[in-house]
Protein backbone atom coordinates (compact mmCIF):
# COMPACT_ATOMS: atom_id res chain seq x y z
CA UNK A 1 0.00 0.00 0.00
CA UNK A 2 1.41 3.10 -1.21
CA UNK A 3 1.07 6.65 0.47
CA UNK A 4 -1.70 8.50 -1.05
CA UNK A 5 -0.91 11.11 -3.38
CA UNK A 6 -1.39 15.06 -3.01
CA UNK A 7 -2.10 17.44 -4.82
CA UNK A 8 -1.16 21.03 -3.16
CA UNK A 9 -2.96 23.78 -4.24
CA UNK A 10 -2.51 27.50 -4.27
CA UNK A 11 -5.42 29.49 -2.63
CA UNK A 12 -6.01 33.18 -4.04
CA UNK A 13 -6.46 33.05 -7.72
CA UNK A 14 -6.11 29.60 -7.80
CA UNK A 15 -9.05 28.58 -5.54
CA UNK A 16 -10.80 31.46 -4.73
CA UNK A 17 -11.04 34.99 -7.24
CA UNK A 18 -7.91 37.07 -6.42
CA UNK A 19 -8.42 39.79 -3.77
CA UNK A 20 -5.62 42.08 -2.79
CA UNK A 21 -4.86 40.92 0.80
CA UNK A 22 -8.27 39.30 1.16
CA UNK A 23 -9.38 39.72 4.98
CA UNK A 24 -13.58 40.13 4.90
CA UNK A 25 -15.68 36.89 4.78
CA UNK A 26 -17.95 38.14 2.24
CA UNK A 27 -14.70 38.38 -0.43
CA UNK A 28 -14.40 34.84 -0.16
CA UNK A 29 -15.62 33.42 -3.49
CA UNK A 30 -14.80 30.03 -5.52
CA UNK A 31 -13.20 30.55 -9.13
CA UNK A 32 -16.14 28.88 -11.37
CA UNK A 33 -14.04 26.08 -12.24
CA UNK A 34 -13.20 25.12 -8.33
CA UNK A 35 -15.79 23.06 -7.16
CA UNK A 36 -16.10 20.63 -10.27
CA UNK A 37 -12.18 19.95 -10.22
CA UNK A 38 -11.89 19.76 -6.71
CA UNK A 39 -14.43 16.88 -6.11
CA UNK A 40 -12.86 15.23 -9.66
CA UNK A 41 -9.61 15.13 -7.05
CA UNK A 42 -11.26 14.07 -4.14
CA UNK A 43 -13.32 11.81 -5.51
CA UNK A 44 -10.28 9.87 -7.29
CA UNK A 45 -8.76 9.69 -3.72
CA UNK A 46 -6.01 12.55 -4.02
CA UNK A 47 -5.58 14.69 -1.20
CA UNK A 48 -5.73 17.99 -0.98
CA UNK A 49 -3.45 20.56 0.35
CA UNK A 50 -3.72 24.36 0.64
CA UNK A 51 -0.05 26.34 0.75
CA UNK A 52 -0.81 29.59 0.90
CA UNK A 53 1.85 32.82 1.30
CA UNK A 54 -0.27 34.96 3.30
CA UNK A 55 2.25 38.28 4.01
CA UNK A 56 -0.75 40.54 5.10
CA UNK A 57 -0.34 39.04 8.35
CA UNK A 58 3.66 40.11 8.82
CA UNK A 59 2.67 43.71 7.28
CA UNK A 60 -0.26 44.27 10.12
CA UNK A 61 -2.99 44.24 7.50
CA UNK A 62 -5.03 41.58 8.94
CA UNK A 63 -4.81 39.47 12.02
CA UNK A 64 -4.60 35.73 12.33
CA UNK A 65 -8.68 35.78 13.55
CA UNK A 66 -9.86 37.36 10.18
CA UNK A 67 -7.91 34.78 8.32
CA UNK A 68 -9.28 31.71 10.41
CA UNK A 69 -12.53 33.52 9.40
CA UNK A 70 -12.08 33.64 6.03
CA UNK A 71 -10.70 29.88 5.95
CA UNK A 72 -14.05 29.10 7.62
CA UNK A 73 -15.78 30.36 4.95
CA UNK A 74 -14.15 28.98 2.23
CA UNK A 75 -14.15 25.36 3.99
CA UNK A 76 -18.01 25.88 3.72
CA UNK A 77 -18.08 26.79 -0.07
CA UNK A 78 -16.09 23.68 -0.33
CA UNK A 79 -17.95 21.65 2.05
CA UNK A 80 -21.29 22.79 0.61
CA UNK A 81 -20.07 21.42 -2.93
CA UNK A 82 -19.26 17.91 -0.57
CA UNK A 83 -15.27 18.49 -0.63
CA UNK A 84 -13.33 18.62 2.11
CA UNK A 85 -9.83 19.79 2.34
CA UNK A 86 -6.98 17.98 4.28
CA UNK A 87 -5.22 20.71 5.35
CA UNK A 88 -4.81 24.33 5.26
CA UNK A 89 -0.68 25.94 5.82
CA UNK A 90 -0.10 29.47 5.92
CA UNK A 91 3.08 31.16 5.72
CA UNK A 92 2.47 34.46 7.49
CA UNK A 93 5.86 36.32 6.95
CA UNK A 94 7.17 38.96 4.66
CA UNK A 95 9.85 38.57 1.92
CA UNK A 96 12.07 40.66 4.16
CA UNK A 97 11.69 37.90 6.73
CA UNK A 98 13.30 35.05 5.08
CA UNK A 99 11.60 32.62 6.72
CA UNK A 100 11.90 29.01 5.67
CA UNK A 101 8.50 28.75 4.95
CA UNK A 102 7.05 31.57 2.27
CA UNK A 103 6.89 30.08 -0.97
CA UNK A 104 9.30 29.11 -2.72
CA UNK A 105 10.86 28.02 0.05
CA UNK A 106 9.44 24.40 1.51
CA UNK A 107 8.63 24.43 5.24
CA UNK A 108 4.95 24.70 4.21
CA UNK A 109 5.49 21.42 2.47
CA UNK A 110 7.41 19.80 4.41
CA UNK A 111 4.88 20.88 7.38
CA UNK A 112 2.40 19.26 5.46
CA UNK A 113 4.14 16.22 4.26
CA UNK A 114 4.99 15.15 7.86
CA UNK A 115 1.29 15.26 9.55
CA UNK A 116 -0.58 13.99 5.87
CA UNK A 117 1.72 11.68 5.40
CA UNK A 118 2.49 12.29 1.84
CA UNK A 119 5.61 11.73 -0.90
CA UNK A 120 6.57 15.64 -1.91
CA UNK A 121 7.88 14.21 -5.15
CA UNK A 122 4.93 12.01 -6.19
CA UNK A 123 2.55 15.34 -5.87
CA UNK A 124 0.96 17.89 -8.15
CA UNK A 125 1.38 21.27 -8.07
CA UNK A 126 -1.09 23.91 -8.77
CA UNK A 127 -1.00 27.47 -8.67
CA UNK A 128 -0.93 30.70 -10.58
CA UNK A 129 2.41 32.58 -9.78
CA UNK A 130 6.34 31.97 -9.99
CA UNK A 131 6.61 30.81 -6.35
CA UNK A 132 3.92 28.05 -6.81
CA UNK A 133 5.61 26.70 -9.76
CA UNK A 134 9.26 27.05 -8.59
CA UNK A 135 7.88 25.45 -5.24
CA UNK A 136 6.67 22.23 -7.21
CA UNK A 137 10.03 22.33 -9.39
CA UNK A 138 11.79 22.18 -6.04
CA UNK A 139 10.21 18.93 -4.84
CA UNK A 140 10.42 17.18 -8.31
CA UNK A 141 6.44 17.62 -8.13
CA UNK A 142 4.55 18.42 -11.43
CA UNK A 143 3.47 21.74 -11.43
CA UNK A 144 0.27 23.51 -13.05
CA UNK A 145 0.04 26.78 -13.81
CA UNK A 146 -3.43 28.25 -14.19
CA UNK A 147 -4.35 30.91 -16.43
CA UNK A 148 -6.97 32.32 -13.43
CA UNK A 149 -5.70 34.85 -10.85
CA UNK A 150 -2.05 36.17 -12.45
CA UNK A 151 -1.69 33.32 -14.18
CA UNK A 152 -2.55 34.43 -17.75
CA UNK A 153 -0.30 37.37 -16.94
CA UNK A 154 2.80 35.07 -15.76
CA UNK A 155 1.78 33.24 -19.11
CA UNK A 156 2.66 36.06 -20.76
CA UNK A 157 5.33 36.80 -19.27
CA UNK A 158 6.91 33.66 -20.72
CA UNK A 159 6.60 31.44 -16.89
CA UNK A 160 7.30 28.12 -17.95
CA UNK A 161 5.31 24.72 -16.05
CA UNK A 162 4.60 21.01 -16.88
CA UNK A 163 1.39 22.30 -17.83
CA UNK A 164 -0.20 25.60 -18.10
CA UNK A 165 -3.78 25.11 -18.41
CA UNK A 166 -7.08 27.96 -18.35
CA UNK A 167 -8.36 26.42 -14.81
CA UNK A 168 -8.11 24.03 -12.17
CA UNK A 169 -10.59 21.56 -13.36
CA UNK A 170 -8.54 21.60 -16.88
CA UNK A 171 -5.33 20.72 -14.16
CA UNK A 172 -7.67 17.70 -12.42
CA UNK A 173 -8.44 16.42 -15.98
CA UNK A 174 -4.28 16.11 -16.59
CA UNK A 175 -4.01 14.44 -12.95
CA UNK A 176 -6.58 11.90 -13.33
CA UNK A 177 -5.18 10.33 -16.68
CA UNK A 178 -1.57 10.48 -14.97
CA UNK A 179 -2.41 9.20 -11.78
CA UNK A 180 -4.66 6.03 -13.93
CA UNK A 181 -1.79 5.67 -16.27
CA UNK A 182 0.71 4.74 -13.64
CA UNK A 183 -1.78 2.59 -11.41
CA UNK A 184 -1.89 0.58 -14.58
CA UNK A 185 1.73 0.80 -15.18
CA UNK A 186 2.43 -1.13 -12.08
CA UNK A 187 -0.54 -3.33 -12.47
CA UNK A 188 1.34 -4.46 -15.40
CA UNK A 189 4.49 -4.96 -13.79
MG1 LIG B 1 -2.06 32.72 -6.02
ZN1 LIG C 1 7.03 31.99 6.27
Same mark, same amino acid.
Given at each position: ?16 ? !?? &???? +?????? %????? *??? $? ?56 ? !?? &???? +?????? %????? *??? $? ?73
Amino acid at each position: MTARRFVLLDRDGTLIV !ER &NYLA +RVEDVE %LLPAT *ARG $LRLLHDAGLGLAVLTNQSGLGRGYFDWDALNAVHVRMTQLLADESIALDGIYVCPHTP !ED &NCDC +RKPQLG %LVRRA *AAE $LHFDPAASFVIGDKPCDIELGRRIGAATFLVRTGYGAFGEQEGLRADYIVDDILAAAHIILERTERDLSFCAKR
